[in-house]
Nanobody, 119 residues
């Protein structure tokens, strides 16, 4: 099992920045890929970004590419999502997620943190 706890959400004006954090614990995390998803009211949960604990290039949804950066601190088992140039359409509950290499996201989620961007 993997346990995930997000923090760092809040209210920010359009054009501003926020940094989300995810603390991960549990089994050998080096076998996992970490991701961020978001869900806006009335919409399906969507992929935002992902990064592997074992290295490799991170990847992003087109909607956030160039504005958001995912990173990890392997020593502290932390994953971060730096969000810049925020837009009102970025308003959502953001979830940290984990998947074992070779599987799909869906089994391990954090509780979510609200991000609200005011225009």
């Amino acid at each position: 099992q993997v346990q995930l706890v997000e923090s760092g959400g809040g209210l920010v004006q359009a054009g501003g920045s926020l940094r989300l954090s995810c603390a991960a614990s549990g089994r050998t995390l080096s076998y996992y890929v970490m991701g961020w998803f978001r869900q806006a009211p009335g919409k399906a949960r969507e992929f935002v970004a992902a990064i592997s604990w074992s290295g490799g290039s991170p990847y992003y949804a087109d909607s956030v590419k160039g504005r958001f950066t995912i990173s990890s601190d392997n020593a502290k088992n932390m994953v971060f999502l730096q969000m810049n140039s925020l837009k009102s359409e970025d308003t959502a509950v953001y979830y940290c997620a984990a998947r074992r290499t070779g599987t799909s996201f869906g089994n391990f989620w954090g509780q979510g943190t609200q991000v609200t961007v005011s225009s």
